[in-house]
């Protein structure tokens, strides 16, 4: 992630963007992530900031 916000420009999140919409869950789910941390540069990149995350996505994107 280090890497990420050091390189963070709208090359990246173009990328980033097309990957979170692509056909891939894993890549749309990781993608989401590296744009929401991005959005959010004072949340650590921790597993317990990543399951929060993933619960919440799944939470949210649920039909219903």
Known sequence: MRVARAVDGDDLRDRLARAHHSDNPWARLHAG??????????????????RTWLADETTNASPG
């Open 33 to 50: 992530y590296v744009l929401w941390l991005l959005d959010h540069p004072e949340t650590p990149n921790t597993r317990h900031v990543w």
